[in-house]
């Protein structure tokens, strides 16, 4: 479908491993959001982009969480070090316009990448 | 300090009744009010959602009622219908624009029987 991919869709990481988590948003869409979601929790906010520039990082618990979208499509979520209280789904989401657009543009996540840090 | 509360971990309702989902808030701030609805290993789908200029909106068979003294906002769902079962997230925002940095609250799980 044309909905929002991320894979992997489960990772499990050995405390201290380094890992990549691809999201691939809706084609077109400029806005792109970074979510982490513990157990039985809802989802927190990392950081967004619009197109390929990274417009809010206040989310990202710790200089070990690393967001690139180089080329304003494909984005990508990197853990250094991985520590066990990384272990969360991982949610991405994309709109269409821009954030600070005054046009209402939902959301459309994508089903996660669900992290264990063992 | 938890800005968005939903204070029932979970629900269970009879098909065709309704559906009531609670949701309190402390941040005067906030000014846009979301629900989502989520399936089990599946993301998030957007629902409704109000601005603080209205009381109510309504969409279907869902309809958001908000109170804005109260700092309280709530989902009817009427009729309900078994596959309306999933966990519903209630989310704030200081404005429709800031949407996607909404802080949410943490579920409400609903089951519908048949």
């Known amino acids: 479908g044309a909905g929002v991919s991320q894979s992997p869709r489960y990772k499990v990481a050995k405390r201290g491993q380094d890992v990549a988590l691809r999201c691939d948003p809706i084609?077109?869409?400029?806005?792109l959001f970074w979510y982490q979601q513990a157990l039985g929790q809802g989802p927190e906010f990392l950081t967004y982009?619009?197109?390929?520039?990274?417009?809010?990082k206040s989310g990202l618990p710790s200089d070990r969480f690393f967001a690139e979208r180089p080329e304003g499509s494909v984005s990508t979520l990197k853990i250094q070090r991985t520590q066990q209280e990384d272990s969360a789904v991982y949610l991405c989401?994309?709109?269409?316009?821009?954030?600070?657009?005054?046009?209402?543009?939902?959301?459309?996540f994508g089903n996660g990448t669900r992290l264990t840090v063992t | 300090d938890q800005q968005v509360k939903q204070n029932s971990p979970s629900l269970s309702v009879q098909e065709g009744r309704i559906s009531i989902l609670n949701c309190d808030y402390t941040n005067s701030m906030f000014d846009y009010f979301l629900w989502y609805k989520k399936y089990p290993a599946e993301g998030p789908t957007f629902l409704i959602s109000i601005s603080s200029i209205k009381d109510k909106n309504e969409d279907g068979r869902f309809t958001v009622f908000l109170n804005k003294s109260a700092k309280h906002l709530s989902l009817h769902i009427v009729p309900s219908q078994p596959g309306d079962s999933a966990v519903y997230f209630c989310?704030?925002?200081?404005?429709?624009?800031?949407?996607?940095?909404?802080?949410f609250g943490d579920g409400t799980t609903l089951t519908v029987k048949p």
């Open positions: 982009f619009q197109n390929e520039a990274q417009l809010d």
């Open positions: 989401a994309s709109s269409l316009k821009e954030v600070t657009s005054s046009y209402n543009s939902p959301l459309h």
């Open positions: 989310a704030a925002s200081d404005s429709s624009t800031n949407a996607g940095k909404s802080t």
């Open positions: 084609s077109g869409h400029v806005s």
